[in-house]
């Protein structure tokens, strides 16, 4: 039943529907194309008469839940059914192509301080990236730049500040191949994973990747000439320094 599946992945699936390709039956009926649509026509998470989506006060219409379940869903079909990242690819590479990237980010941007909407884009976007980062491409430093900004804004929520750091771990992993795009963000990117470890200095699930995105940054133009390494690393340092961390 398709309206079953779609409900069990709006509340985080069950270990039974990967062996059923809950994701895949999902994809298959549209439901990415459909959840990115929903995105698209009501991009913040709020009532008719502007009430904004807070799960700790009860229910609320559907308009406002539209965007925190449609991110939910979005970040349980982007992981697959349960076959690890090279069986989740191809269900990445659709959200993809049905332009899941721009329906996210928009999401992020828009709902800033929204905890579920940035907790559960952030996962869908971390997981795009793990896999499809030559896919998205230049979009990486646009990607960092709209996660760090909703880091800041939702600092005390720890589910969102472990999912964004993974985002920024992903797209530092690889950091000197989108020079110079990613110096645009560096400074960002590099102040919300410090804001991670300032604000959750006790959650190992928050400072290990924090600490992973600064570690990648300080490594910047390893694989290139020694010359070029050096001046991208002053270079990155200077960013750090301009946006005052």
Do not use: W
Request: glycine share 10%; charged share 20%; hydrophobic share 45%.
């Amino acid at each position: 039943d398709i309206v079953l599946t779609v409900l069990l992945l709006m509340q985080g699936g069950t270990r039974e529907l990967g062996r059923l390709r809950a994701s895949r039956t999902v994809l298959d009926a549209g439901g990415a194309g459909a959840c990115i649509r929903a995105i698209a026509r009501h991009p913040i998470a709020s009532d008719e008469d502007g009430t904004v989506f807070d799960q700790s006060k009860g229910a609320v219409n559907y308009q406002a839940r539209l965007v925190p379940c449609a991110c939910r869903i979005l970040s349980n079909l982007s992981a697959g059914d349960g076959g690890g990242p090279v069986q989740a690819a191809p269900y990445r590479r659709r959200i993809l192509e049905a332009g899941g990237l721009t329906a996210l980010l928009d999401a992020v941007r828009m709902n800033q301080r929204i905890p579920e909407v940035q907790r559960d884009a952030f996962r869908a976007l971390g997981n795009l990236l793990y896999t499809e980062a030559e896919t998205v491409g230049d979009a990486i430093a646009e990607v960092a730049g709209a996660v760090a900004q909703g880091m800041r804004a939702c600092k005390k929520s720890a589910p969102v500040q472990q999912n964004g750091c993974g985002v920024l771990l992903n797209c530092v992993a690889d950091i000197h191949e989108h020079l110079p795009g990613l110096l645009y963000a560096a400074g960002d990117v590099a102040a919300a994973a410090a804001g991670a470890i300032k604000h959750h200095p006790t959650d190992k699930d928050v400072v290990v990747p924090a600490c992973s995105v600064l570690q990648s940054m300080a490594q910047t133009g390893s694989r290139s000439d020694e010359k070029t390494a050096a001046a991208e690393t002053i270079e990155m340092l200077e960013a750090c320094r301009l946006s005052k961390l």
